[in-house]
C-alpha cells in the first residue's frame, strides 16, 4: 500500500515552460485535492475533486489546470510558469468527510 | 463561511513542558475536526481527530478534546520532546462536498 505518491519530487523550471505534476493514490478514495505550500506559510489549496471527470476551484486555482480522467491520479498542470509559482506543492486524498492522506510534496523552483 | 483560527507562533518551549494549542472554528454544521503534524520536509499526517461532541482524539502523548460549547479543539501534550518540533495544523470538515478547512498552522520548537 503506496497510500499518496507525488511525481516528480523537485523541478526546476524556467518562466514560461509547462509541466504535470502527477498524484496517484491506491487508497480507492473519491476525493483528491491539490494545494501549495510557500515557505513559512499555510496550504492554500488549488483545485480539487469529489470524484473521477470532476474537479472544482479551491482558493488559488489562477495558473493552473487539473483533470481527473481515473479515479486513482489527478493531475495538476502549469501551461506558463511564473516565478510566483515556486512553492511546495502537496496532494491529497480522502474518503467521505474522512482523514486526509498527504503525499510527500514536489518542490518547484520557477527562474 | 467555515473557518479555523489557531494560535500564532512560533512556541518555543523547553523540553519536558507542558504543550497547548489553541483551535477554534466556527459553529457551522456538525464538523470533524483534525490535528496534524508536518515534520520538517515532510508532507502532513494526521495527529488525531473527533468527530463529534465530547469526543477526545488520542495519539503519541497529544489530547484535544471536541468542545461545542466553546467551538474549540485545543492541542495538548503533558510532557514535549525535542522529535515534537513540526507545524501543527488544526482543521475541520463538514458534511457534503466542501473540502477541509485548515488554520494557519503553528509552528512548534522543543529545545533540550
Known amino acids: 500500500n503506496a497510500g499518496v505518491t507525488q511525481t516528480p519530487k523537485f523541478r526546476v523550471l524556467k518562466t514560461g515552460q509547462s509541466m504535470t505534476l502527477l498524484c496517484a493514490q491506491d487508497?480507492?478514495?473519491?476525493?483528491m485535492y491539490w494545494y501549495r505550500q510557500d515557505p513559512g506559510m499555510g496550504l492554500r489549496l488549488i483545485h480539487y475533486?469529489?470524484?473521477?471527470?470532476?474537479?472544482a476551484k479551491g482558493e488559488v486555482p489562477d495558473g493552473y489546470n487539473v483533470s481527473r480522467l481515473k479515479k486513482q491520479n489527478f493531475l495538476l498542470g502549469l501551461e506558463s510558469a511564473a516565478p510566483s509559482q515556486t512553492s511546495v506543492y502537496f496532494c491529497?486524498?480522502?474518503?467521505?468527510?474522512?482523514?486526509?492522506?498527504f503525499g510527500p510534496g514536489t518542490r518547484l523552483t520557477v527562474l | 463561511g467555515d473557518s479555523v483560527t489557531q494560535m500564532e507562533g512560533p512556541v518555543t518551549l523547553s523540553e519536558e513542558a507542558f504543550l497547548t494549542i489553541n483551535c477554534t472554528y466556527t459553529?457551522?454544521?456538525?464538523?470533524?475536526l483534525f490535528w496534524y503534524v508536518q515534520y520538517p520536509g515532510e508532507g502532513l499526517q494526521l495527529l488525531l481527530k473527533?468527530?463529534?461532541?465530547?469526543d477526545k482524539g488520542s495519539n503519541k502523548g497529544f489530547e484535544a478534546t471536541y468542545r461545542k460549547e466553546t467551538t474549540s479543539f485545543h492541542l495538548e501534550k503533558g510532557s514535549v520532546q525535542v522529535s515534537d518540533s513540526a507545524v501543527y495544523f488544526c482543521?475541520?470538515?463538514?458534511?457534503?462536498?466542501?473540502?477541509?478547512?485548515f488554520g494557519k498552522g503553528t509552528r512548534l520548537s522543543v529545545i533540550a
Open positions: 459553529a457551522t454544521g456538525y464538523p470533524s
Open positions: 487508497m480507492n478514495h473519491e476525493y
Open positions: 482543521a475541520r470538515i463538514n458534511s457534503g462536498n466542501t473540502p477541509l478547512v
Open positions: 491529497a486524498s480522502q474518503k467521505f468527510r474522512d482523514t486526509q492522506y
Open positions: 473527533a468527530t463529534k461532541a465530547d
Open positions: 475533486s469529489v470524484g473521477e471527470g470532476t474537479t
